[in-house]
């Protein structure tokens, strides 16, 4: 989804590399799971900009669907 949007970069640490990088949180919320739990992170640069520099959070949970009963 972000890729190949100029000034993006992104970097993804999943499974064990989560508490290597001191993530153990994620880690321990996600290990169950059926996909490894991951963190994506996500940096804008743009070409040129004046403003102080913001960061924003976006946090999420894949479910599972509930089968229909």
Do not use: D, F, W
Request: hydrophobic share 40%; net charge positive.
């Amino acid at each position: 989804m972000l890729r190949g949007i100029a000034g993006v970069r992104c970097r993804e640490i999943s499974g064990p590399a989560l508490l290597q990088n001191g993530l153990a949180g994620i880690h321990a919320v996600g290990r169950t799971a059926v996909a490894a739990p991951r963190m994506l992170i996500a940096r804008y640069t743009p070409a040129r900009s004046r403003r102080r520099q913001r960061k924003i959070a976006l946090v999420g949970k894949e479910s599972p669907t509930t089968p229909a009963v």
